[in-house]
C-alpha cells in the first residue's frame, strides 16, 4: 500500500515537473517574442527619422509622408504593446480597477468596430453588427471595449483578404448577455481551444498563424471578462473560422 502511494506521489511530483518545464519554456520564448516585437517597430522609427534627416531637402513630399505615416504605425504599435505588457502586469498583481458605470452594449460594439474601420478597409474584410438591439447592464466601458478591439483584431489576422468576414452579434441569457465575435479565417485547431487564453501559450499546430504581437492579448482579455465575473471560450465559427465568445452578468 505504502508502495502504491509512493509510486502515485512519485507520478505526480513528475507531473508538476514537467508542467513546470513546459512554464519555463513558454516564459522564456515569450520574452523572446517581446524582445523581438520592442526591437521592430524601434529599428523602423530609427531607420525612417535617420533617412528624413539626411535626405529632407531633397526627398519629395509623397515619400516624406510616407516615411512619417511609418514611423507614426510603428510608435502605435509600440504604445499598443507597452500597454498590453502595463495592463498584464496590473491584471496579475490584482491592481486594475474597474470604472463600472451603466452602458448600452450596442454602443461599445459599435465603438471597437468603428476603431478598426480603415484595417478593415485596407484588408477588404467585412464587420457586420448583427445585433441592431440597444441592452444595457453594468461594465467598465474602456475594459470591454478593449476585450471586442483585441477579439476583432484577432479575427481580423486570420481573415482572408477580400474574402473575410466578421460578425460581432449578442444573445441574452437567463443571468448574462452573450457576446461573440465570429469570423470565416482560418480557425482555431480544436485542441486548443481550452489554451489559447492562457498566458505565453503559443499553438503547435502546423496550420495555426502565428500572428504578430507578444501573445499577451487573449490573456488579458480573458482576465478583463473573469474580473467582470464573465467567461470566455472558443469554438467554431463562420464556415471553418473561429469564435470567441463571453459574458457579462447582469448584475
Known sequence: EKSQELSQLSSQLKQANNELIVKDRQKDEFLDTVAHELKTPIT?????????MDEDDDMPKDMKQQFL?????DSDRLGRLINNILD???LETGRLNLDMSRQDIYVTITKAISSLKQIAAKKEVRIINKNQHHFYLHYDEDRILQVLTNLLSNALKFCEPKRGEIVVDYKLGNQFLEISVSDNGKGIPEEDHDYIFDKFYQSQHQNTIKP????LGLAITKQIVEKHHGKIWAKKGLKNGASLVFTLPFK
Open 44 to 52: 523602423g522609427i530609427r531607420a525612417a527619422t535617420e533617412l528624413l
Open 69 to 73: 505615416k511609418n514611423i507614426l504605425q
Open 88 to 90: 498584464f502586469e496590473k
Open 212 to 215: 504578430q504581437g507578444s501573445g
